[in-house]
């Protein structure tokens, strides 16, 4: 610091470090974190690629309306050359969209912030306007547009995209590990469920239902375990929190926070389970095809396994056996997140990580508060928020910071001479070696 310039070096950084860390918070799933006033700078940017998939979805909807607009039932059971192209040129623009938007993003992550809103800009003029003078016209649609629009920018307010694309990067990841998991968990499994899928019982229960009755018990069981892995997330994150706000000195997380650092948990659990019922359900589907003949299936069921028809029809497994796969695959992953909640072993091997990101997440959370308050964070920062120990040290009155010098009273200190230096002043919001924690190496900017 010059004298020319008495404001510390770390506030002239401190605005895009903001920025660095509200990308870094929206990359790891918790965009809930930051403030209101946050998540709506730059909402029409970050929505652009969405409304983009919007806007193609809508424009092919429009092309087949207009293709088979004022034709008779007899002209759409045979229709012309013309209406054919026509309508197929919309279905193929509406199932687009998904594609759209996805080289959207692509190309503008790489885009300054003021084009992405430029983008976002036109493509709302674009959806509002296309009722009005789209091949229909006369508003058609328009109060349908609006809604489509309303729910694209709120779910960009919230992080929806955001959690999402978190959400797919967080499953590749696991995919890395999944023959760990598979190596751990599926032997168990396979112990367990070998024998109720021999049984003939379940297979003459499923034989009686429709494959959306059987969709709706999976369903069930999804919805059993996602409630499961709230409580055992929640139970976990607890404590992290509770230290946190110990350590504080004052409950300053919000409850969007709360909620944001729970689902990001939840969904890592999630994802994991959700992999291990895949590995479950193809591997008895291969399994079924290879061990249980359609003479077998007969005999249990008591009568000729029901077949797939249409593009199904030449697949080379049978209704029944998909409907047990799929039952016994719910169940697997159901007695997974059971396992994760009361096993220590699964509990550490499968939660501890998604513990972790929560602690890494609120680390890079209090830098973020620190420097939108106008300073750098404090030591105390650098402080492990599941190790209560270190956290009420850190805690600390600034004045227990540092033992105080105790002053030489022996014969030779009349001479004037200060035995011990005062220690130099210490910058508000820095650490020991005068650093901030984004200077640290390992910290949440490295």
Not at 67 to 72: C, I, P, Y
Not at 96 to 110: I, N
């Amino acid at each position: 610091m010059s004298e020319d310039d008495p404001m510390p070096s770390h506030l002239h950084r401190s605005g895009p470090q903001v920025e660095t860390l509200r990308a870094t918070l929206r990359r790891m799933g918790l965009p809930l974190v930051l403030e209101p006033r946050a998540r709506l700078q730059g909402l029409l940017g970050r929505s652009a690629p969405a409304l983009l998939g919007a806007l193609t979805l809508l424009l092919g909807d429009t092309i087949v309306e207009a293709a088979a607009r004022g034709l008779t039932p007899a002209q759409l059971e045979h229709p012309s050359e013309d209406v054919l192209v026509a309508l197929g040129v919309g279905t193929l623009v509406s199932f687009c969209f998904p594609l759209v938007w996805w080289l959207a993003s692509l190309v503008l992550r790489w885009c300054p912030p003021m084009v992405r809103t430029v983008v976002g800009v036109l493509t709302v003029a674009g959806l509002v306007l296309l009722p009005w003078l789209g091949p229909v016209g006369g508003g058609s649609g328009f109060a349908e547009t609006l809604v489509l629009l309303a729910v694209v920018l709120l779910g960009s307010y919230f992080g929806v995209g955001t959690v999402t694309t978190w959400a797919f990067r967080r499953a590749a990841r696991e995919l890395n590990h999944l023959g760990s998991m598979v190596g751990r968990v599926l032997p168990i499994l396979m112990l367990a469920l070998l024998f109720s899928f021999f049984n003939a019982e379940i297979w003459q229960v499923v034989a009686q239902l429709s494959m959306g009755r059987t969709w709706a018990i999976v369903g069930v069981m999804a919805a059993l375990g996602i409630a499961l892995a709230t409580l055992n997330a929640r139970d976990e994150i607890s404590q992290i929190i509770r230290t946190y706000d110990d350590r504080s000195g004052a409950r300053d997380l919000r409850f969007s926070e709360r909620v944001s650092i729970t689902a990001m948990c939840v969904l890592i659990s999630l994802i994991q389970v959700t992999l291990l019922g895949v590995v479950v359900f193809v591997f008895y589907v291969v399994f079924g095809v290879l061990s249980v003949s359609p003479v077998t299936a007969t005999q249990w069921i008591g009568s000729p396994p029901e077949t797939f028809g249409g593009v199904f029809a030449s697949l080379p497994f049978n209704k029944p056996l998909v409907q047990v796969c799929l039952v016994l695959a719910a169940f697997s992953a159901l007695n997974f997140i059971v396992s994760i909640g009361t096993d220590a072993t699964y509990r550490t091997t499968f939660l501890e990580p998604a513990l972790d990101e929560v602690r890494h997440g609120l680390d890079v959370r209090d830098e973020y508060r620190a420097l939108r308050a106008g300073a750098s964070p404090s030591q105390d920062l650098t402080t492990p928020h599941g190790d209560p120990s270190r956290a009420a040290h850190g805690a600390a009155s600034p004045g227990a910071a540092a033992p105080e010098a105790t002053p030489d009273v022996s014969p030779g200190a009349a001479s004037g001479t200060d035995r011990a230096a005062s220690p130099p002043p210490a910058v508000p919001g820095a650490n020991a070696a005068g650093r901030t924690l984004g200077d640290v190496p390992g910290g949440p900017l490295a």
